[in-house]
């Protein structure tokens, strides 16, 4: 579970940053089989920081899906976030690891996003699920080095691996909402942890909108090691 927060005008009565990943994981988790090769640079900043040194990412090659929870017309749009971080996230790939995608049908979800004033989409694993007031929450549930698939509500299917719960009263501007969200996209893509500079998009109070070349590196670090979980 990764959780971050929003713009610091709305933060003061939030916790900064409160990862409950070190409550999760109790077990031994082994290393996921598809090693990638291509040389990769350096991460700009530690990319399992909030994993307790874990690090996760997609199967080589995966299409991860993206669905948006409906909701009614308002000042803000989520949706239109969600696409915009799916368009910046997936300019960083160097040799096609994973390609988002955003789709229509929840049962064919690997990733649910919604807003808190929705109710939980999913039935939650084995890990426990504890925003504890977050602008922004990233959860999955890693079992013996595989984040664990979850049931969509009114659902008998289990596709959803990962789930992105955004506070949007936290977020007054529609640039706000669309740097929380990539910041939780960078989450849910593999980066396990957060920037020192406020410049950056995985930031701890994020206000740009798009990965900067320390976010990318950081990530294409991540798609060519091996990993400890495999969403």
Request: aromatic letters at 6%.
């Given at each position: ?17 409160r ?84 789709v ?7 990733v ?55 506070d949007?009263?936290?977020?007054a ?59």
């Open positions: 579970m990764l959780h971050s927060p929003s713009l610091p005008r709305r933060v003061a009565r939030r916790p900064a940053c990862p409950a990943w070190r409550v999760i994981i109790a077990i031994l988790l082994t290393a996921a089989c598809d090693n990638p090769t291509a040389v990769r640079p350096d991460f700009a900043y530690n990319p399992t920081d909030l994993t307790n040194g874990q690090l996760y990412r997609w199967s080589i090659g995966a299409r991860v899906r993206l669905f948006v929870e409906p909701m009614g017309a308002g000042g803000v749009d989520l949706a239109s976030a969600v696409q915009r971080a799916v368009s910046a996230w997936n300019a960083v790939p160097q040799g096609r690891e994973f390609t988002l995608d955003v229509t049908n929840r049962d064919l979800a690997d649910i996003v919604y807003d808190r004033s929705i109710p939980q989409p999913v039935v939650t694993g084995s890990c426990p699920f504890n925003p504890s007031g977050a602008a922004g929450y990233t959860y999955f549930c890693p079992v013996n080095g595989r984040a664990e698939r979850l049931r969509p509500l009114a659902s008998t299917v289990l596709t959803t691996a990962l789930v992105i719960r955004v949007m009263t936290t977020t501007t529609q640039a706000a909402l669309d740097a929380l969200v990539a910041h939780e996209v960078g989450h849910a893509v593999g980066i396990g942890g957060h920037s020192p500079q406020t410049t950056d998009v995985m930031y701890t109070r994020p206000t740009v909108r798009t990965p900067t070349d320390r976010d990318r590196n950081t990530l294409r670090n991540v798609l060519g090691r091996a990993a400890d979980i495999t969403l």
